[in-house]
């Protein structure tokens, strides 16, 4: 392979947007607590699952947001990964032209909208190769966390795309349920036997998302609304030292109700070389409770795997 | 002849291919036999010059012959995915169906003339969505994503200056077609980058306690009793508990059927009917297309849709009309 050299940049940690439907106050007390605590660098607000919650929290947003930047964090604002209907149409479209914050895109209508203007492409938009990965670029993205199936090899070859035209950044999820699936169709509901118009929000009831286990009981993905994920953490602690050498300069957090300032600590302990990666993972399975790791994704696995480093 | 509603018909194989021709297809769809398309199982496809075939015979007989390139090309290796554009281009193929952006860019910087179908697997579910793919890629019509009512392709199309093309017939994703990684968590091969989901290499069935039980990678997707058939495990046509219930939660093994809704869709200002279905033979292809050709046919005649008479081939034996009435919501 024809390296060039990468210089090494200072690795930032990033927490992404809160997935789960968690109680209004809940949710702002989280951020605020991030705001104070967490050695997280950027920091990801918004809805990008359902529609139907983003009212209930919308009040607490510039709170929230304030908070962030008052703590010297980048706020990023995350929009929909799926846009079906003209309410979540229009919302977006104001969300990409009033924002005095970054946007981060998870939708090809908010990348069309955004053109033009640094912006942010999440994990829901396919930049799956060096052409797509340039097309945006060209459009103004500066950073793009990559769909959560890419693994090294892609990494590798993206990242030797951009050695000409480095300027931008390559986000993975390092920690956190993978996000699988968004369907039109609302599980949840679903599940509990509603509709989803009338779904009475019972994805409430699940601040980590709703088990789905196999007819043997085997714990397979979870559900989470419209959305569906793995029931494994993925957890890159022993990727992180790797992916730095490959370019890879900002690692995603997805917040869970596990102690999430704690997690955060655990990664840059990683990062900054104080916590090997063998102590990281004792830790962060002392938070997580009786649930698998997995990085199979990373390797070319089954995204189910873990594979030993 | 520009039909009131085009049939675009699968065609996984030149012998299928045939049938559709035959029996009334307005176009043909089909994949070279590789990644770069979202079909790629062993036995399907076709070689160059069996696709120079087959567009000779379809031409011969007025049927269009569109190419999906619809998987997104692999990090560092974009060769086989742009000689599918280059051939498609000196072959003559009627279009090209993609999903890739960059795949796009390509195809409109290299062969602006190669007329362009934006596949199901880019997912544009909503105006914003498809008319960037219209003005940045010149793309002539749009798949729309199984997640839309016939109100919600309607008022879609009133704010869309291009083509549609919905399906009406044959297996059903339930997810956000391109967006669904549930099959390479389980296997490691993935729609998007392997053109296959729940693929067969992975498939087992097993002997537990009188029941048969059908496994996708290590993960068992369904049950079945005594005497009962066992389905192909596709992920997300399996039995999970959730909140202590077993049930089909994503969607129960059913297939697609919406012949009786021809006229609703043809009033909300749908220019294609597509026919889920290049893993199928020639024998269920010649069937169903013969069946859709007498209902577009009627449609266009002003008349009521006919019986089709295919219960014997659905899935499962079971039918659903999917999102286009929302039943589900």
């Known amino acids: 392979m024809s390296a060039k050299l990468t210089p090494k940049l200072t690795p930032k940690l990033t927490l992404g947007p809160v997935l789960f439907n968690w109680k209004p106050e809940v949710w702002r007390d989280f951020y605020f607590r991030i705001a104070d605590e967490a050695d997280v660098d950027t920091v990801y607000v918004g809805e990008a699952v359902c529609s139907k919650r983003a009212p209930f929290y919308e009040p607490y947003i510039a709170d929230v947001v304030e908070r962030l930047l008052g703590a010297g964090k980048e706020v990023v604002l995350t929009t929909l990964a799926l846009i079906m209907n003209s309410r979540e149409m229009k919302a977006l479209r104001e969300t990409a032209e009033d924002s005095e914050l970054m946007v981060e895109a998870n939708d090809v209508s908010a990348c069309a909208l955004l053109a033009g203007r640094p912006h942010v492409i999440g994990p829901y938009v396919n930049v799956y190769n060096e052409g797509t990965l340039k097309y945006f670029t060209d459009q103004g993205a500066v950073r793009v966390c990559l769909p959560v199936e890419l693994g090294r090899d892609a990494i590798k070859a993206l990242k030797a795309s951009t050695s000409v035209n480095n300027d931008v950044a390559l986000e993975v999820q390092v920690f956190g349920r993978l996000p699988l699936a968004v369907s039109a169709r609302c599980y949840h509901a679903r599940s509990h036997m509603l509709h989803k118009d009338s779904c009475q929000f019972v994805c409430d009831r699940d601040p980590d998302g709703m088990e789905l286990d196999t007819l043997n009981d085997e714990p397979f993905l979870v559900v989470n609304g419209i959305q569906t994920m793995s029931h494994s953490y993925q957890n890159l602690s022993a990727e992180l030292a790797e992916m730095q050498t490959l370019g890879i300069t900002h690692f995603r957090l997805s917040p869970h109700t596990a102690d999430m300032v704690a997690v955060a600590n655990i990664y840059r302990g990683v990062l900054d070389g104080t916590l090997s990666p063998d102590q990281a993972d004792t830790q962060l399975a002392d938070l997580i409770g009786e649930v698998s790791f997995s990085n199979g994704y990373y390797y070319g696995a089954k995204g189910v795997d873990f594979v030993a480093a | ?329």
């Open chain 2, 1 to 329: 002849m520009s039909a009131l509603l085009e049939l675009v018909c699968p065609a996984g194989t030149p012998a299928s291919l045939h049938g559709a021709v035959e029996n009334g297809a307005d176009a043909v769809y089909l994949g070279f036999r590789d990644e770069t398309n979202a079909r790629n199982f062993p036995g399907l496809n076709f070689s160059r010059p069996e696709l120079e075939d087959g567009l000779l015979f379809a031409h011969d007989r007025g049927c269009q012959v569109f190419l999906a390139v619809n998987t997104f090309p692999e990090a560092g290796n974009p060769g086989p995915w742009h000689k599918a554009i280059d051939d498609a281009a000196a072959l003559g193929v009627d279009c090209v169906i993609l999903a890739d952006i960059g795949l796009l860019n390509y195809a409109a910087t290299h062969h602006p003339d190669l007329r362009r179908h934006l596949s199901v697997q880019a997912s544009a579910s909503n105006p914003d969505s498809i008319n960037f793919y219209v003005d940045a890629f010149g793309v002539k019509r749009v798949v729309l994503p199984r997640v839309l009512s016939i109100p919600e392709i309607a008022d879609l199309n009133k704010q869309i200056a291009v083509e549609t093309e919905v399906f009406v017939f044959g297996g059903l994703c339930v997810m956000a077609e391109g967006r669904c990684q549930l099959s390479s968590y389980a296997t490691g091969q993935s729609p998007n980058i392997n053109g296959v989901c729940s693929p067969a290499s992975h498939v087992r069935y097993e002997e537990d306690a009188g029941n048969m039980v059908s496994k996708l990678g290590d993960f068992t997707i369904n049950a079945f009793g005594e005497g009962e058939p066992a389905g192909y495990p596709t992920l997300c046509k399996g039995r999970f508990v959730t909140a202590g219930k077993a049930s089909y939660l994503f969607e129960e093994p059913t297939s697609l059927n919406a012949a009786s809704m021809l006229p609703e869709l043809a009033k909300a200002g749908v220019t294609a009917l597509k026919i889920e279905g290049r893993q199928r033979g020639r024998a269920y292809v010649s069937q169903v297309v013969a069946a859709f050709r007498r209902a577009a046919d009627a449609v266009e005649a002003g008349e009521a849709v006919p019986e089709l008479g295919l219960e014997n081939i659905t899935e499962g034996q079971a039918k659903t009309s999917g999102a286009f009435n929302k039943s589900w919501r």
